[in-house]
């Protein structure tokens, strides 16, 4: 993941804890190599009651990103989208 990806895009909407984790967890199991690169990538963010959701900046993508924790080496939230499966830093 380089610095470029690195967006200041206002939130498209927002989610409760359970529906943040749900989410999370759907994705993680859809994309087999993605739980590593999180726990690599990022550390957990405190259980916020309600979480911001953007929308995935990937070309042709329509999924959302979601909160999963605080990139390591950067001052962002650290989100994974729920459809492409890609990380970007918000
Ligand atoms: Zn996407």
Known sequence: MSSSNLGQNY???SES???RAAT???TLTAHP?????VQSESIPGPREPRSWVW???TPACAGLLH???F???VRAVYTV???CGQTYLR
């Open 11 to 13: 939130p498209y909407s």
């Open 81 to 83: 989208c729920d459809t």
């Open 17 to 19: 804890e359970s529906e």
């Open 55 to 57: 929308k995935c900046p």
């Open 24 to 26: 999370l967890d759907r």
């Open 71 to 73: 990139a390591r080496n």
């Open 33 to 37: 190599d993605l739980a590593a690169r």
């Open 67 to 69: 909160a999963a924790g």
